[in-house]
């Protein structure tokens, strides 16, 4: 039968609604299954005002028969076939009659019983009491209270209604009575409606200016700004989130266009469609990558007939932009030179000193990249940037929009005629914001960017302040991925270690934690966050862990042992090497280290091993420090023959202490140089239990 | 059609809806919310009803009077209502249709905007109303003040009695309006504006503001002790006064915003936990 349920709030946010949406259906699911209702049909839709659950679910559930045995048929019979007092008893228990008991077979032996049908429930009556259930525990990201009311949830519940079989079905929701009506449009068709179907519903709702479907209202205003655009020959300056924001909020969309005085066209697009995103959430119009003096604006109207919508953002917008424009005027009046001193009185935080401070140690952390990634050439630049890639936290235009820092200093940084490549730098240099974002696409501005993040988290980590799961309040998790993509993005070849220790180092005695300290919680900490970033790139964790276990000294080289390890997972010689290398770790673990001499080996396939191994460890010993980890895995392949030999026949664990210390050195010397490849142990193989983690999974 | 013409008009509405109308506080605020007549009474579990003007004073807004629409000192109308009734949002419409808004020729959205103010730990959950991309109102469903849960819950309504007006009037410049059928913003606002902006940007002395915040801090401190949290709520609001005053004069660092906010947010709190547990009176 035709299920509706319509769930009328005051304004969700779409982030919520989207969640609402999956819970819905995942709580309906699995309560219309646990009471064993079938369900044909399950559809939902939503407006900012509106959850709606459309289904076809059955009348009643299905009639259950089960067997009820009472006393054993020995006890229940007296000799002369009478039924005893057992029998009478337990008869007038289940309330049937004595003659209606059957005796029943089972596996136990014979038993006095009947077979009882449950009739199956209502589904009127199941539904009416699980939805307020499934309401009750549906979550959000922010809940609230309204009113003297218990309930929690995005927004005040004000309207419930349901129809099962084309009758309104009644339940409560925490003193909220369901209702056998809906409403149209709040503002412009606000009447009761009464509705006996779901095809009713929806056609009933569109005439009162009410779209349930939010893909359909998102075509909508495509199809309208289209229109709108089409005789201007341009485009609208892409905001894919915009656009769902505005298709969940508006219930009748009305695609209006405004225009705004041409004399703004001098501000960058950049700073034109934040002004008009941030606040109205216009959309910005552009032809061949220029904006035009136009705007787009969604309303929740049926239309503008008198134009008022149109002016009224015109003049809204117009206001906005005089504020930009002020900005944009009266910021660069001094130059980012003449306002760094202000970073002195900006604080980056409170043990760490001023954004100043953190200036003079990016320039000298930029200088010591460019010097390590071998980019001398763009070491001014860089070191230029970094001076002034911070002065724009106190210009106007930032306080305006704080969402534009860095892309203001770019901008200012070129409007004062400062080369390109320091403006691009500064411009880029919180790039990426996440790891779906781009890295910065200029080498100083990569460099500055990850000389930045670096410096945020050494020093915020120096003063001891902890990173959980729930508290990351320096965002350092961000932090840490981006520095991660923008080694693997450039790629940049150097010493982790090492670069973590000039970070330490351009703080002097700020920090109060021991460098040893700091060093090895911060290569912890990049350890869970490459681990978080691979795992998230479709990598196997075995072989993430197994390639992280061979050292993040280089996380560019960390990357690229991942790779060689994922594509030689298929061939045939791959599991037979992880075996191996399984079984020498197991003989080795525990033992002390001993020095390998070539002379003590008595045996043929001992020598043989030895001599396969130092040709091998000098063949890869060069790929592995160029990187070429694929090339040097292929060869590493080639000692499997020698090592099944050597196991099968010599006896490692000899009695002789001379012998057996020296064939315990050759395995650590093999070991030692297989672990420069991956930690093979952490491989697991088919018919072999997973590894336990080392560590825990990283958290986003 | 005059700026009170309207205050007169949200009045007498939000009289008839029950609303008591309360003076404005005389201290400085940066926004209705941070008065005694809506702080204390959020917290408490009595039904209550205010309506009042509060001028709010945000100093780093100042302009000296060159921006059509930015000013250092605007105006709000705060309505408090506990508990918040079901039909609220019906009833905030009939207001604005009642000020003679035919809201059949507009766009008026409920744009998601939750409100927080860290310095008295309170915050809610609601929109900011947009008429034609206008922002003329913060509603909001209190859900915590001074770090402590209220309940039942209240829906504040704040008014931009400047910006509300600037639609009705449909000026673009806030000096033009009328604050009376005579006497025009410009009159009343603009020289205050202008002196106003050169004592919090430029003027206002750093070193006996800090010795401000301290002192009043001390007072409240003192205050609490003592059970009087009328007076002790004063003291937080001249500290909050104070550090907006610093925060215009470039003062206050990033970290030591955190830390002043902090200080003054634990003070409220202990007011709100006192006042809440029957320990002092309000």
Known sequence: MDFLLEINTEEMPSSHVKMALD?????????????????????????????????DIAERQEDREEIVTGPPKAVAFAADGTPTQAAQGFAKSKGIAVGDLQVIKTAKGEYLGFNRVEPGKLASEILSKFIPQVLASMSFPKMMKWGTGSLR????????????GGQPLSF??????????????????????????????????RENLVIIDQEERKTIILNQIEARLAPLKAQLYPDPELLDKLSNDVEYPFVFMGSFPEEYLNLPLEILSTAMREGQKLFSVVKEKKQLPFFLGVADAPGDSKGFIQKGNER????????????????????????????KHVLFQEKLGSYDDKAQRLKKIVAYLCEKAEAKKVEKDAVGAAELCKVDLVTDMVREFPSLQGKVGGLYARAEGLPDAVAQAIYEHYQPQSLDDESPSSLPGALLSLADKLDSIVGVMGVGIQTTGSSDPFGLRRNAHGVCKIILDLPLNISFTRLLDKVFSTYGDKLKRQKKEIVASGRDFFI??????????????????????????????????????????????????????KRVNNIITGQPAFAVNAGLFVEKDERELYSIFSIIKQNITPMIGKGDFAQAQKIIFRIQPGLNSFFDHVLVMAEDNKLRRNRLALLQAISKVLLQMADYSQVVVEGEKPTPRKSVPAAS | MSLQNLIMNLQKFWAAQGCYLAPSYDLEVGAGTMTPDTFFRVLDKRPWRVGYVQPSRRPTDGRYG??????????????????????????????????GINLEDHDLRFDEDDWESPTIGAWGVGWQVMLDGLEITQFTYFQQ???????PIPVEITYGLERLEMFLEEKDNIYDL????DVSYRDLRFEEEKQFSEYNFSQATVRSLRENFRLSEKEAAKLIEKGLLLPAYDMCLKCSHVFNLLDARGAISVTERVKMIAQIRAQVNQIALKYTSGEGSA
């Open chain 1, 23 to 55: 819970d819905l259906q995942e709580k309906f699911r699995k309560a219309l299954a646990a009471a064993k209702l079938a369900v044909a049909e399950f559809s939902l839709y939503s407006t900012s005002r509106r959850l709606i659950v459309v289904g």
């Open chain 2, 66 to 99: 060159e921006n059509p629409h930015r000013v250092q000192k605007h105006h709000q109308f705060q309505v408090i209502i506990k508990p918040s009734p079901d039909d609220i949002q019906k009833i905030y419409i009939d207001g604005l249709v009642s000020l």
């Open chain 1, 172 to 205: 409560q929701l925490e003193g909220l009575a369901s209702t056998d009506f809906v409403y149209g449009h709040k503002l412009h068709a606000p009447q009761k409606l009464q509705v006996k179907s779901f095809a009713e519903y929806r056609a009933a709702l």
């Open chain 1, 316 to 343: 809204v917008l117009k206001a906005r932009l005089e504020d930009a424009k002020f900005f944009w005027e009266q910021d660069r009046k001094i130059s980012l030179k003449k306002r760094a001193p202000g970073l």
């Open chain 1, 528 to 581: 869970n966050r490459l681990r978080y970033i691979f795992e998230k790139k479709g990598f196997r964790y075995d072989l993430v862990n197994a390639a992280l276990n061979a050292g993040i000294d280089n996380i560019y080289y960390s990357g690229l042992r991942l790779k060689a390890l994922d594509a030689l997972v298929s061939s045939p010689q791959f599991e037979p090497l992880i075996l191996m290398a």
């Open chain 2, 178 to 181: 009328k604050w009376s059928e």
């Open chain 1, 153 to 164: 949830f995005s927004r005040p519940v004000r309207n419930l209604f349901c129809l099962f």
């Open chain 2, 145 to 151: 003040a001074g770090g402590v849960e209220v309940f």
